[in-house]
């Protein structure tokens, strides 16, 4: 597990050490803006609170950094600009809108240059290199953090030494290169140390420590992080103590250490509940879950370490690297209580998480890889035309350069003529995938055109009829006299009619529900699955995420028929008596969707799917929807079908 978990982004800049325990409360700051008589007083009152309410309320923050620059356009006075595009800028990286960061980074950077003020112009380029990083930009996060220490070295801008060796000590650790990272960690403590810089001290004790975590030195690990510890609660940093607390519980996690584990996590829960309104970053503690989880399972407290991971993964669903931790740490309790059947399905969970992560992870390389490929490609083409240059007068290398053109030139004919013959054939064959694709689309919305008209007729047409006539028949036996045996033969006869209408009712919903309709995906197949197990022993738990908001009402429903035929295939061949359905709409407008059950399973190769009816039904509907379909039985272990496929807009 990379470290770079615990890893927060440092981002307390200009203020949070200038004024130290000594800075004004915020109370105090509001009082000075109420007595100040000039515009210009109040700017940096503005600003000040700006950065106090950045870290708890951003939109108070956003507030006040906006009435301060009200007052700089009223007043004119643009000798603040600096001071306000950089303090904006804390607002920015703490609600991580890092485009914006980085626009108001580049104009302080800008105004720096423009105040020929070359410490304001170190200062936006340390900011830089955070932004440049946390937007991925390696290459551009080195330049930087290069040109802020050659920058501070010039101007001899001591107090921020420290802090541009810990920079480029992180950006050396997020890529891979640990030992260069403990490099520059131990300058950037040399520089703390020798010119009293606290904050950048403890940058790089802390980035050090981290790398050499990474590296195996899990000795000198912890007592770094132990020096930061030290150093937090002397000098009464909350975040910095929070966080130093969190890289010494995951390195005894790592090390698998339970006695130290069990003491680092007392310690950090008792920190926080005596000191609720401490400043600190939500995300240093968003691994606690697993951190808690697995010191339960140390101490073979079941039950607690697998409650505590569910609602741990309740909690942060869509951040998969610390879903999959919790998936693992449930199986391997599970392992340890030799519950083998439920410890495989949630290590199966966590492959499934890791899949996801490994297609984002294989994505970012792709089109890092696409950087370096066309580097090298210009590299090439810059030395072949140095040769040709430096051998155009010499007539062998012409006569040789003119018979290899002559050959390229005959080769690439005949490979255009190739790629063309199988372009065509690629074009051929995705012409004839998409006219099956139409025809699979018009058959598909040609059976819900019908599947609704014919329930709208059942309901309105025929439901309206047979309501009609027992309202008919009531009316009459009030008026008729009849014999008792008579008498009872009419209340069969209503009775059979009430029958009538519930079944007419069930066929007119199950050919187009009705909450389908009004109150959309998710209560329609939460309704379906009740209507399942009435009466029946069987149990469904059903995880729907994404799909609240409303869909294209062709999509909602082609998903609303596959969990319909795959519930009905459990029901009727699987005996199972507990069914999972999972569906899971991403931003990208992928939708993944999981049915699993604890059946008897079947041997996939001694079933032959493509003559199944049902299955026929599933592929052409996800086939609609552009998707795969995945099916996994095992005999006596159940069966799941995953199905990943894009949501459509036919509107």
């Keep these: 597990m990379r470290i ?59 507030y006040f950094l906006a009435e301060g620059k009200k007052l700089i356009d009223r007043s004119k006075s643009h000798k603040y600009d600096y001071e306000y595009y950089f303090t904006g800028i804390k607002i920015y990286h703490a609600t991580q809108k890092f485009d914006k960061a980085l626009n108001f980074n580049l104009k302080a950077l800008e105004t720096a240059k423009k105040n020929k003020n070359d410490f304001q112009k170190a200062e936006a380029l340390r900011t830089l290199f ?21 920058l501070s070295e010039n101007i001899k801008d001591t107090a ?74 002397k000098n009464n940093i909350p975040r910095s103590k929070v966080k130093s607390l969190v890289n010494l519980i995951n390195l005894n996690v790592f090390t698998a250490n339970p006695p130290q584990l069990n003491f680092y996590l007392e310690k950090l829960h008792r920190f926080l509940d005596e000191n609720p309104n401490a400043p600190f970053a939500k995300s240093d503690l968003r691994n606690l879950p697993y951190y808690e989880a697995s010191n339960f399972l140390y101490q073979n407290k079941y039950e607690e370490a697998e409650n505590t991971a569910l609602k741990g993964i309740s909690k942060v669903k869509d951040d998969h690297e610390i879903v999959q931790n919790l998936y693992n740490v449930i199986s391997k309790i599970n392992f340890a209580k ?88 690629q074009r051929i064959s995705e012409l004839e995938t998409e006219k099956q694709l139409l025809a699979s689309q018009s058959l598909l919305k040609g059976q819900e055109d019908e599947r609704n008209r014919l329930a709208k007729d059942l309901h309105d047409g025929l439901g309206g009829l047979l309501s ?83 869909m294209d009402q062709t999509t909602e429903v082609i ?32 939708i993944s969707i999981t049915v699993e059950d604890n059946g008897k399973g079947f041997n996939l190769e001694n079933m032959n799917l493509k003559n199944s009816a049902g299955i026929r039904n599933i592929k052409s509907r996800v086939e609609y929807l552009k998707g795969k379909l995945d099916i996994k039985s095992v005999p006596g272990k159940g069966t799941s079908v995953f199905i990943e496929c894009e949501e459509q807009n036919y509107g």
Excluded: W
């Design 130 to 150: 955070v932004i440049y990083l946390n937007l991925k930009k390696d290459t551009l996060a080195l330049q930087t953090a290069q040109k802020a220490i050659k």
């Design 559 to 590: 998903i609303y028929r596959i969990i319909q035929e795959l519930l009905n295939n459990v029901v009727k061949h699987s005996e199972a008596n507990l069914i999972l359905v999972q569906i899971f709409r991403h931003e990208n407008h992928k």
């Design 468 to 550: 009609g006539v027992k309202l008919q028949l009531g009316a009459m036996k009030g008026n008729l006299i009849l014999s008792e045996e008579n008498a009872n033969v009419f209340d069969k006869a209503l009775l059979k009619l009430d029958e009538s209408i519930s079944e007419m009712r069930r066929v007119s919903h199950n050919l187009m529900p009705e909450s389908l309709m009004k109150s959309g995906l998710k209560q329609a197949i939460l309704d379906y699955c009740e209507s399942l197990i009435m009466n029946q022993n069987l149990k469904i738990n059903c995880e729907l995420h994404g799909i609240d908001e409303k």
């Design 4 to 62: 770079s978990n615990f890893f927060a982004v440092i981002f307390i800049f200009c203020y949070a050490f200038s004024f130290s325990q000594k800075r004004l409360n915020t109370d105090s700051i509001k009082n000075l803006i109420k007595i100040s008589k000039t515009d210009t007083a109040k700017i940096p009152l503005y600003f000040l609170l700006t950065s106090d309410y950045v870290q708890n309320d951003t939109d108070s923050s956003a």
């Design 338 to 425: 030799r519950d083998y059947k439920k410890a495989q399905k949630y290590k199966l969970k966590s492959d499934s998480v890791q899949n996801i992560i490994d297609k984002e992870n294989l994505s970012d390389f792709e089109t890092e890889l696409s950087k370096k490929y066309e580097t090298q490609k210009k590299d090439s083409q810059i030395k072949l035309q140095e040769s040709k240059i430096k051998n155009k007068n010499i007539f062998n290398y012409i006569l040789l350069g003119s018979a290899f053109a002559l050959l390229t030139i005959l080769l690439l004919t005949y490979r255009n003529y190739s790629q063309r013959k199988k372009l065509q054939q």
């Design 160 to 233: 921020n030494l420290s802090i541009g060796y810990g920079n480029l000590s992180r950006l050396y650790f997020e890529i891979g290169l640990f030992k260069k990272s403990i490099l520059y960690g131990r300058k950037s403590i040399d520089a703390g140390k020798r010119y009293h810089n606290l904050k950048g001290l403890l940058i790089g004790l802390n980035n050090t420590a981290v790398s050499e975590q990474e590296l195996g030195n899990y000795k000198e690990a912890e007592k770094l992080f132990l020096e930061v510890l030290q150093l937090a609660e």
